[in-house]
Structures are given as structure tokens and as C-alpha cells.
């Protein structure tokens, strides 16, 4: 792997006491080029722009895949990633499903290991504060018809990341949009199912909501996810959340909450949740927190379901009654190497 | 409008007896830049990469939208273009979609005349020849976080054509993968449509065909459209193919065929058109023709349809009989102002 290093470091400008996710971008970043088959010389260079073909086929054709992870810190400095090889796998799940060509274990490996041990300053030592690292992969060759690229470039790029909510959300059940179908690439990290959100979300805003909470694209009766975060709803001590099928993004966040609540005890339900089952519960005050969980986002609880024109208030429990905070704590907790890691999921850098 | 001419154009290495669809490229492109919410600095350069942000939106939450239109010679040499105000405004309505900026009318009419009056002698001279123009627009800029970019490149560039296909094309009726959904943005010429139709259609390329003819992913058992063509079905002197409803891009070609054909007294059902009427229709041997058009492909004609490991094929008719040959003919004699434009869709550069 060639290293080009910056000459100078943007660190010094930065206050770590005042990050906001996707405002501060590390030194370097890591390219790699897919020609005639096979990906080659891989580098680390300043992060900086890039030069492509107008043709490139993610342009046209929208072939591009990411992925979302964190590096932390414990309060020695070790650095750790959560369960990478979790992201590695749905990388090239996502990547087969869009015709795209796979990321070796060891490109993959090596040149996360090498961007972060050169950016090592920028992962923050805050407990709660990570280094959010963006692996993506993009098609930029190609000609204008219908077909796979031939060519692709495979990148990682960082940006320091604190809290990506500040506040419980406000989230609107959708009844006329849709993000996924049976059959489509929901389940993937395909760009392309990011960009037809935003003009649902933003009508859910002007509406006075943060976010979108998905239903099925066919009767808009069963509850999915939310924008960028997997669900849970905690009703009669059940946590309950949609299976992991083709039509949602299989949360590394939400398999490990999943694990963390098991382990504790709590009672979780992976199941076809509808709608109105939620609105039932809501109206019964039987629905005692509702949190959504994501790598960026990582948990952050609701205060408002919108349906049809109503609002549903949750209940305004203490932080520390929270199931929700519970589980995050539990997690970040893992993360940040403050207690021990039952599942094996912390991998040292 | 700046404009800076090659230096020496590559027009010499053309044989326009021999190009096909997607492999040259014309000297200049059109370049212009949204930022601080205005289009501004259009520019015509030479043909040539282009250098972004990594962030680019569109790597990581897929803003990018196209357009797909021809320019036509007639014998004397005039240029024409095709109803070009339509693909003016489906670009909008796919921008508005995906919650992109609008681009004025000016500026689309000027960037379009200016960069076909220097790439002039790139637009074929022969019948059925043309050059394809694509417009298309990105998201350029913006930060790790899933929200709206704050700004976009506008770009047209173009390619000689001729033939999409040579031969007849056989076509699969999915019943697996879906195109798109309700409440999604098939509707749109949104990037993301076309890179998660690659795998499904290399599974049906292995199995023997050349596309796919989608179906609705609800219950796979209405017919949508194939590949970069809306279809038709010509069954018992009627002409049917799906209602231009979201989930269909509603092509050009379509609507232009529908006139055509209504204007010859040929009966057009525009309707919900079930699988199994499909396959009731083709057992009975009564399906006389079925046929995909669009910009890129014109008019083509099928051979074969596959359905659920079955294989139906369509009357070997000669050309001279068809009726698909002789709507294309209609249309190529409307663009290449061989004939009479009863309904104003030339459009003299
Ligand atoms: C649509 C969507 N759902 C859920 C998630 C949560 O997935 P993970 O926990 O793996 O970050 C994400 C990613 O952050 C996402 O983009
Ligand atoms: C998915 C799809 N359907 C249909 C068409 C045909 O549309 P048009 O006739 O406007 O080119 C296209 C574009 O070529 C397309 O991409």
C-alpha cells in the first residue's frame, strides 16, 4: 500500500468539545481502483477530490454501496471498531445484489487499519464521541447503456462524530410514500435508497416531524424502520421490532441490541408488528418507549408517533427508567471498553 | 454561456458506418454548477473528467437524475430534435422527486442548442441514425449526514447512435425482483432504478434471455415494462401496454406510439395488464406481436417470452407485416423529417 501524507494537519482546528456528526472530515482517506478484474494499488492519500469520467456509471445507473461503522476510544487510548467484520459482510452483500465486484477480507482490513492508525488523532477520546468511518464503494466507468461498470473505486473516508440527534424525535408513520419493495434492495446500503426519502421526509417535516417511520410499500399496514435507524417498540415488557428481511436494513445496532436486551432478560419479539396494533397499544397507553438505533445514530428515543393527522405522545419517563438508555449505556459501554465484551464484538486496532 | 473549444476534435476516428450505441462520445459537454441556491457559470468544454468531492452526495445517498433524448438529420442536413420539452420536464418532475433543484427552462434550451451547433457533425446523417443526448444531474457536494445536497452539476453529454439491439429480444417475466414500488420513484429516470435491475437481469441473462419484463412487486401478477422500454402487447387488433401510473417510467416513446397509433385507427387499451391474460393470450396463439420502445431503443421487437420455466414464442412474422415496423417507421419518418409532423414534435436546432 502506498502512503502519501498530508504535510500539514487539519486536527489543530478542531474543538473536540463541539463536534457535530459529518462536520469534520480526517487527513487522509483510503482509494482503491477495481480494473480488468481485480482491485489494485491501494493508497492512502491527503482526503481531497477526486477525479472521474463524466460516464462513470454511478451518474447513470446509480451503482453505488456504503457502509457506516465507528472507531472509540477507552480512557487509555486503545482504539477499538464494533463488530467490523459485520459491516465487511453486508458491504459485499450490498455489493452482490448491485452487480457490483467484492472487497477482499484484507483490502478491506488493511486499509481500515492502516487510515486509522495514520488518523489515530482524530478518533476523539470522549466517551460517547467516535470516529465515524464511511467505506464506499462506486462505479466510474462505463458507457451510456444499461449495464454493469466495468470499473469501480473503493474508498474510506472519516469524519469525527458526537450525538447525531440532540433531542427525542418526532416521527410520522408514512401511509403514501415507500422506500423499499418485496423483491428490491432494501436490505442493501445502495445509495440510491437514501435519495427517495428526502422528499418524504421532507413533508414529515414541514408537518412537524424529524423523521419517517416506513411502512410496507404494498398496504402500508406493517411498521419497517426509520430513515436511518432499525425500530424497537417496548410494550407490556416486550421489546418489539420487524424481522430482518429483504425490505430493511439488517442493523448491526439493532442485532446487538437485540442480543444485550436477551441477555438481560428482556423479552424481544422479531416480528411483523402492524400498524395498527401500534396505534392500539398507543391509545391504550400500553406503549412505553419507542427508540430507534443506528451506527450514526446509535439509540435515541421518540416522543411523537404521527398517524393519519394524530398525534401519540410517549410517555415522559426519567432517562434513568429508560429501557432505551439502559441499552445504549450497554452499548457504548462495550464500545468504549468500559465493561467486558461477553459477545466478542470490540475489535482492538 | 462561456465556451472553450478543443483543440482538435476526434471526429476523424469515427466510421459512422460502424458505431454503436455508447461508444463515442462527442467532443464538447455542457457544465454547469448549482450553489448558494442559483445555477450559475454554464460552460461548454471539452469532453474530459470531472473532479468532485468524495462527499458528493450522490456516492453516498444517491441524488442523481437523467434525461435520455436524440438529435435527428434530415437529408439536407437540418437537425431536429424529438419533443424535447417532455424530457425537459420529466427531468424536473424526477428532480422534484428527489428533492433536487429545478432547472430552468433557458437554461436546458440553451446548454442543448449551444453544445448541438459545436458537436453539429457528430449527429449522424443516416436514417435511423442519431445522436443520443444525456443530460443528467448530480448531487455534488454535502456532508455524511442523509439530507438534501446544497449543490448539484448539471451536465449534458452525448453519444452517437444507432441500433440499442440487432436482433429480437427474448424476455423474462420476473417473478422474484422488483423494479419498483407504490409510493417509490419508478416513475422517475432516478439512477438508483437502473443499478438494482442488474442482478435479477444477469440471472435471466444466464438463463437464456436478454431482459426482463417487470412486474408489480406487490404480486408479480401485472405487467410493468422492461429493461429501458415500455412495452406493448398486440392481441386481437388491440395495442395494450401498462398504464403510465408512478411505478413505470412514462416514456416518451410511449406516448408518441399511442398517438401514431390511434391516429392510424388502431385501437389502444392503456391498462392494468395481468401475467396470466398474458400467458392465456399467448397459449391461445393469439398474441400477434409484442414490442419494447423507448429513446435508446427506438422500437423492438420480442421472440420469446419466458414465464415460470416456460417459454412462449411470439409469430415469426416478416418485417413488412408488423406493426411494430410500421409505427417505427412512422416515428423515424417524423424525426428524420422524412414525413409530415402532424402533432408539432420536431423541433428545428
Ligand atoms: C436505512 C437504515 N436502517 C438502519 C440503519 C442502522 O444500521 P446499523 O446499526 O448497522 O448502523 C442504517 C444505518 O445506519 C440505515 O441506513
Ligand atoms: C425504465 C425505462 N422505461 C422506459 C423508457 C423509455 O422512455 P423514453 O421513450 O422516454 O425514452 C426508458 C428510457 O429510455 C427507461 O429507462
Known sequence: MIIENISHSRIDKIDFNDISFGNHYSDHM???????GKWKNPIIKPFGDITVSPLSLVFHYGQAIFEGMKAYKDKYGNVFLFRPLENFNRLNSSAKRLEMPLISKSLFRDGLKKLLSI???????????????????????????????????????????????LTPLKVKIEQKYSRSADGGIGFTKAAGNYASSFYPTRIAQEEGYDQILW???????????????????????????????????????????????????????????SVSELIYNLRKNLVKEIFGCGTAVVVNHFKKIGY??????????????????????????????????????RFKV
Chains 1, 2 share one sequence.
Open 308 to 345: 393519519k393527522f394524530k398525534n401519540y405522545y410517549l410517555p415522559n419517563i426519567s432517562n434513568k427508567k429508560r429501557i432505551s438508555f439502559f441499552l445504549k449505556k450497554n452499548l457504548l459501554d462495550i464500545q468504549h471498553n468500559v465493561i467486558n465484551d461477553p459477545f466478542g464484538w
Open 215 to 273: 411502512t410496507d410499500s404494498s398496504t402500508h399496514s406493517f411498521i419497517e424502520e426509520s430513515g436511518t435507524m432499525n425500530v424497537f417498540f417496548y410494550i407490556k415488557n416486550n421489546l418489539i421490532t420487524a424481522p430482518a428481511n429483504k425490505k430493511i436494513l439488517n442493523g448491526i445496532t439493532r442485532k446487538s441490541i437485540i442480543t444485550i436486551a436477551k441477555k438481560e432478560g428482556i423479552k424481544v419479539k422479531e416480528c411483523n408488528f
Open 30 to 36: 483510503f482509494y482503491c481502483k477495481f480494473e480488468n
Open 119 to 165: 488518523d489515530k488523532k482524530w478518533i476523539p477520546n470522549n466517551y460517547g464521541q467516535s470516529l465515524y468511518i464511511r467505506p464506499f464503494l462506486i462505479a466510474s466507468d462505463g458507457k451510456l447503456s444499461a449495464n454493469p461498470s466495468k470499473k469501480y473505486i473503493f474508498m474510506i473516508i472519516c469524519t469525527t462524530a458526537s450525538n447525531y440527534y
